[in-house]
């Protein structure tokens, strides 16, 4: 499996310094940002994400809001999944990072000592775009998105190649979707016991609006009542 980490007219590679090139090129400043960004800022713009879904899906309510934020709640979980099937996958490529590889490519997150193929970061942010795009597609194109620009930034940082990105891209959306019939079957029931409490039912569902939201239907009830007597009475 070393062979993936060599040379030459490798196009993995001058890929990798194409797009590791642009940081060379860029402000001192724009680095340390993209260096934030690929390794932190948009795992937390994930979770975010993650929460303003929720809490669109909670205040719409409706008949199906369990099984919605079951969907929600697979997201994270699939991430952890996804991460753990990579924990041997890493172990078998053996592929190294990198910069151990190849000479003249500018580092921005030093000290990474493990293997290269596939990236977590990848992985992570691509299983929950997934599994968003499940419970909600708005949410989940705006997830596929964030996941699109952290393998673009660790290829940046000179961290991973873009195959371990692509890789990564490939083994969360896979653990995300086909797990998640399972994982909403088993998940739906749990949330609507968690509905019908007084503790947590608000986790699921704003009971405020879906209180608001029967008051309308039935204030709409009544004046197609009414309306539907005048006109008899015409």
Same mark, same amino acid.
């Given at each position: ?28 400043? &724009? ?29 719409? @309510? ?36 990198? &910069? ?39 949410? +989940?194109?705006?997830?596929? @998105? ?11 940082? +000179? ?7 692509? @890789? ?31 503790? +947590? ?9 879906? @209180? ?23």
């Amino acid at each position: 499996m070393a062979g993936l980490a060599e040379s030459g007219s490798n196009p993995d590679v001058d890929l990798l310094y194409d797009i590791n090139g642009l940081a060379k090129d860029a402000p001192h400043w &724009f680095d340390r940002l993209m260096e934030f960004v690929g390794e932190y800022g948009l795992l937390l713009a994930m979770v975010l994400l993650v929460v303003w879904c929720w809490w669109s899906v909670r205040r719409r @309510g409706g008949e199906d809001a369990a099984s919605s934020v079951a969907a929600l709640v697979w997201a994270p979980l699939a991430a952890g999944v996804a991460v753990l099937v990579n924990v041997p996958i890493r172990g078998f490529v053996e592929r190294r990072r990198p &910069f151990l590889d190849h000479q003249g490519l500018d580092v921005l997150v030093p000290g990474k000592t493990d293997f290269s193929f596939v990236s977590d970061h990848a992985t992570l942010t691509m299983a929950v775009a997934a599994a968003l795009f499940v419970a909600d597609r708005r949410f +989940g194109l705006a997830g596929i @998105g964030l996941a699109l620009l952290e393998g673009f930034s660790r290829v940046y940082m +000179g961290v991973h190649y873009p195959t371990d990105v692509v @890789g990564g891209f490939a083994l969360g959306t896979a653990v995300a979707l086909l797990l998640s019939p399972v994982a909403t079957a088993l998940l739906t029931p749990v949330l609507r016991a968690v509905e019908g409490t007084r503790w +947590g039912g608000w986790l699921v569902r704003d009971r405020r609006a879906a @209180g608001v939201s029967r008051v309308l239907s039935g204030a709409r009830g009544e004046e197609r009542a009414s309306a539907e007597e005048r006109d008899l009475a015409a």
